[in-house]
């Protein structure tokens, strides 16, 4: 391992453009950045949250548009952004793993795409969706004699304003689900208590595994507020994931004592595998202050690694198309902050998941490109071509550090380093 270092933003949900294999998961003509930006240039009820046009200058600056252009096909229609000048490597990934979830998104990029089939829970004749021996093992194991809400599927917005005042009257918690392969437990922080809602999902990924039910997450949903209408989530969630299938990315740099800093739910996704240090943070503004903050000061061969959450769950998945804008311009704004911190041995990332297109229809993920828009001092900007899995971000970091290559991906450094006097070799373990 060198001296060199890594930051990943990741910009969770923000695909560019519909994926080939769209039509198996429903989602061809799915587009969240170019539909987000259609729809700003609209006089539309959504856009009484905001003025006019979405401006990302220092995004166009990085290649998004021209990278979204490149996943298209076609450019977006009204929009223009000055793109001279562009700074940085750029270009799209493919997705090869079988699911368009977080999870799935997350450790194909780091080297483990997910190659087998989760198991969703699937909607029945009731309301219900999930197997009566988990349910009663479920009630046993917690002792919540008092019983549960069994919402199906469902909107956690929706369900917690529908079912928070019997919640807090007979403190059975609401579980739910969506079309991922996850199980949600919601319930309220006060009356019902978050380590108590922790112990109790922390019960149901134990007893998942144990029925070998492949089911990605659990997440805690914690929420407050006092009559229904007025409950809000809070942002003391936490994911109990499944481990990834393979070695990760992180895995490998910490092998090589390298430290590897998640921010935000990182750890959550990965299940804690080849984390060194957690750093807790929510909210799109806090999540930014802190990668700046902990980016600064990071050691010599570390990965900092941030999911910005908010994009997916506060605007995408609530088909909030203006907030989701306003998101993205504040982002964008904060941009510049990096060049106060970065080295010369440094690689800054802006990438994403999956999408989640505000526009469509439904509240779920849509399968989608990402953006890979990569810059240092060392780097040569340029565009880097369709990457034909989300595993070549994790591989050109792995080269970027020379550490052990991933069993997945092509790196995409080749000749974009500024300086030719640099080498880099690749050692074959």
Not at 83 to 100: F, L
Not at 193 to 211: H, P, W
Request: with cysteine.
């Amino acid at each position: 391992m060198n001296n060199n270092r890594v930051l990943i933003l990741l910009i969770d949900s923000l695909g560019i453009g519909y994926a080939k294999d769209a039509d198996k998961f429903g989602d061809v003509g799915a587009d969240t950045f170019a539909h987000i930006v259609d729809r700003c240039g609209k006089k539309t009820a959504d856009n009484d949250k905001r003025n006019g046009i979405l401006k990302l200058p220092n995004l166009a600056k990085k290649g998004l548009y021209q990278a979204a252009l490149a996943s298209r096909g076609k450019s977006i229609t009204d929009y223009s952004p000055k793109t001279t000048g562009i700074d940085a490597a750029y270009g799209y990934a493919i997705e090869q793993s079988k699911g368009k979830d977080t999870p799935s998104g997350h450790w194909e990029i780091t080297g483990s795409p997910v190659l087998f089939d989760w198991h969703y829970f699937t909607p029945k004749d009731t309301n219900s969706c999930f197997p009566g021996d988990f349910i009663n093992a479920f009630i046993e194991k917690t002792g919540l004699t008092q019983g549960l809400f069994d919402a199906g599927h469902a909107s956690g917005t929706e369900v917690i304003n529908r079912l928070g005042d019997e919640h807090r009257q007979t403190l059975k918690p609401i579980i739910y689900t969506s079309a991922d392969s996850v199980l949600q437990i919601a319930a309220h922080e006060e009356s019902f208590g978050l380590e108590r809602l922790y112990e109790i999902c922390k019960v149901a990924r134990t007893l998942l595994d144990d029925m070998k039910l492949n089911i990605g997450r659990v997440i805690a949903r914690p929420f407050i507020g006092n009559k229904n209408g007025n409950y809000t989530r809070t942002g003391n969630r936490h994911d109990y994931s499944v481990s990834p299938p393979t070695k990760t990315l992180l895995d490998h740099i910490k092998e090589e004592n390298g430290e590897v800093i998640s921010i935000g739910k990182i750890a959550d996704i990965y299940a804690n595998q080849g984390i060194t240090k957690q750093v807790k943070a929510t909210g799109i503004a806090e999540l930014f202050e802190t990668s700046l903050n902990e980016f600064s000061k990071a050691p010599a061969g570390s990965l900092v690694f941030t999911n910005f959450v908010d994009f997916d769950s506060e605007y995408g998945h609530r088909r909030d198309t203006a907030g989701y804008a306003n998101a993205l311009e504040y982002f964008d704004n904060r941009l510049p902050e990096l060049d106060h911190i970065i080295k010369d041995n440094d690689m800054i990332i802006i990438t994403a998941d999956h999408g989640c297109d505000p526009t469509w229809q439904g509240s779920d993920h849509t399968r989608e490109h990402i953006p890979f828009l990569y810059w240092g001092k060392q780097i040569k900007p340029g565009y880097i071509g369709a990457r034909k899995t989300f595993a070549d971000i994790g591989q050109t970091i792995a080269d970027f550090l020379e550490i052990k290559p991933l069993k997945y991906g092509e790196s995409s450094l080749n000749e974009r380093f500024e300086n030719d006097k640099i080498t880099r070799e690749k050692t074959n373990v």
